[in-house]
């Protein structure tokens, strides 16, 4: 008998979660498009609500087909189990409101997707959640930033614009010295380059929209319990003091499912961004190939960052597989063996103005706020993503305004390079 447990991830985005259906004997996973679910009588549904016995009540808080994406990703990652939500954002909000709370705090890096930054610096400080930032990402400095507020810290495992590699050890070290869990974005990285559960983080989002599903059509977000962190101590009253709205249950008493239950049944029911079964299995259909496609577009990433720093209108290029980056050292202690990813930043000769020729002029290359897809992808983010900040504000989020970013996918390298080549020479 081969035994999930040892799978290797290839398999387990491909096999993860399904053998084939029970009522039909499909091996391909289906479609559960229904929002209710038929209960064998009244008993039944009352002990289904009462969480006394698992089973499908409503989509908006669990679907069969979400559900094998769920237990795929979880293995993945190594946790023990997941909750899908409808968008990345939505699944990065849902990890944070389910520790803290109107007064409560988070300590976070600054290397971090806009969209994140915008959510930490505007609406949850409406709702009254203070987000505190490590100037630099030094962690040395990082116990100045908690406090006894502080309920969570959040990271990316390769940053973003920066592509920075962070530091998974030294951060989990950080915020459990402070009786915290560590969140982990491995958004950048899939779970195919890097676990960051194996480094001692305790949760793990993915905007699904990216590198899992990989094909640009289904936005989605995940998030992924190790189950290692104790929610019990008073830190957590959410945890440990019984709750009114489920008679009274203590989650903490939950032991390693506690914080993915309390996710589930009351945070996403509650704010109900669920992820649609058709969004679940395109999904899964593009975490089939995960490993695959990582593989070649990571190889063409280095490929072409090589390529690019040999140019002569190319004043830098920011890749983590050059010796010359900063976080090449840290690569090897965290990502798959030759792995650096496949997203890629340079700078063009002649500035803000010479890199907005170079755009217009690529045609293989698609201009697109997105990345993570089998088609190319490019952006000038100092015009776009990052327009709100002055020129100095840009140069401290990483994104000048000579900086063309690339997300590389799936066409042949030759091709890719031809159409830089021909926009950085004309
Ligand atoms: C690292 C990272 N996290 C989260 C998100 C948000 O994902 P979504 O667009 O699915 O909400 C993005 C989007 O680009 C991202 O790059």
Known sequence: MSNPSTWRPETV??????????????????????????????????????LEEPGNIYTRIMNPTTDILEQRMAQLEGGVAAVAFSSGMAAITAAILNVARAGDEVVAATSLYGGTWTLFTSTLRDFGITVRFLADDDIAQADAQFNEKTRAVFVESIGNPRLDITDIKAWAEAAHAHGVPLIVDNTFASPYLERPIEHGADIVVHALTKWVGGHGNSMGGIVVDSGHFDYGSQKFPQYSVPDPSYHGLIFANLAETAYITRLRVKVLRDTGAALSPTNAYHILQGLETLPLRMERECQTANDLAKRLVEHPQVSWVNYPGLSSHPSYQKAAQYLRPGFFGSMLNFGVKGGYDQALRVMNRLSLWINVANVGDVRSMTIHPASTTHQQLNPEEQVLAGVPGDLIRLSVGLEHPDDLWEDLEQALSH
């Open 13 to 50: 985005a491909v096999r993860g979660g399904w053998g084939s259906d029970p009522a039909t004997h499909a091996i391909s996973v289906p479609i559960y498009q229904t929002v209710g679910f038929q209960f064998d009588d009244t008993g039944h549904a009352a002990r289904l609500f009462n």
